[in-house]
C-alpha cells in the first residue's frame, strides 16, 4: 500500500480510501455486517487506514443513523493503530 501526507496535518494515510456509507443493509441494500467486516479486514490487512464513512447516508432523512458508522465502529475497535 502507498501513503501519503494529508496536507499539512501530518498524517500519513493510504493512497486507497475505504467507503463505508454502504455498511449495513437497514434501507433494503448495502452490505450486510458480516461482509462489512470482511471488507473492512481485508483493507486493512492490506495496509488502508483511511475511512470514509460519508457526512450523509441513506437513512439520515428516514430517523437515526447508525448502522454503518455503528459497523464500522465496532469493526474498526479491535485493530490497534500503529
Request: without cysteine.
Given at each position: 500500500?502507498?501513503?501519503r501526507l494529508l496536507g499539512k496535518s501530518?498524517?500519513?494515510?493510504?493512497?486507497?480510501?475505504l467507503g463505508a456509507m454502504t455498511f449495513g443493509d437497514e434501507w433494503g441494500w448495502g452490505s450486510p455486517k458480516a461482509e462489512a467486516q470482511k471488507v473492512y479486514e481485508t483493507y486493512r490487512e492490506a495496509g488502508g487506514n483511511f475511512i470514509d464513512t460519508a457526512n450523509s447516508?441513506?437513512?439520515?432523512?428516514?430517523?437515526p443513523c447508525v448502522s454503518s458508522r455503528q459497523i464500522t465502529g465496532r469493526t474498526t475497535s479491535r485493530w490497534e493503530c500503529p
Open positions: 500500500m502507498k501513503y501530518g498524517l500519513r494515510v493510504s493512497e486507497a480510501a447516508t441513506p437513512m439520515a432523512q428516514a430517523g
